[in-house]
């Protein structure tokens, strides 16, 4: 895990810690709203279950925090810091009176994920399936089924594979965990699934984020 240090952390600064992660051409750009938000940054390795998020501030005088996993592949990586951005920028302006992503979030990030798209930031397959989800966009990149297909298309090394994730399934369908496990998928409960062990019967509830491989 890798963490930037607050406050007054400069453009400049994320900028050069972003690079690694992001498309040469967006890191102006991100660097600039991370730096006016006077955001605090956390880049994970991997978690299977979220792929980003936000967290607001615990008191007035601290930051916001937006955490990514630095194992997406650049243009993953985009969608979901633009994604927590948009959640960041919500929170100062309406604070909890609002939907997490209701249509202000939603307002915001399409406008966001509009000036990429319209800058040839994507290759072309990955802005023809982002197009579609800006129409309404979804509260989880997950959920975009079609997208996430394409994205993965750019995964390198072990992250190039054939994994799903679970929202990408349907009830009954059968999959490998990371464990080794083999589970049925049960029904969805908000963002998790109840999954069933085909080995000992047990019952868990996984996140609709978390890559399997179908069976």
Partial sequence: MFTTKQPSMSKDIFREGLKPYLPEESL????????????HLTLWEHRESK????????????????????SLNKYA?????VH?????????????SVKPHGREWK??????????????????????????????????????????KVLRRYDEGKNKDNRVTIDELSEGDRFLAHNGKVFTLGKKIRTNYYCYDENNGDT?????????TKL
């Fill in 84 to 96: 927590e951005i948009s959640h960041a920028v919500v929170y100062y302006r309406w604070g909890r």
């Fill in 107 to 148: 307002d915001d990030y399409r406008n966001r994920m509009m000036f990429f798209a319209l800058n040839n930031i994507f290759p072309t397959d990955i802005r023809m399936a982002l197009m579609p989800t800006l129409i309404n966009p979804s509260a989880s990149t997950a959920r975009e089924g079609e997208l996430m």
């Fill in 51 to 70: 792929f980003g998020d936000f967290r607001a501030p615990r008191n007035p005088l601290e930051p916001g925090r937006i955490s990514v996993n630095k």
């Fill in 204 to 212: 868990y509830r996984v996140s609709g984020q978390a890559l399997v």
């Fill in 77 to 81: 990586f985009l969608i979901t810091i």
């Fill in 28 to 39: 102006d750009t991100i660097a600039e709203w991370l730096s006016d938000l006077d955001l």
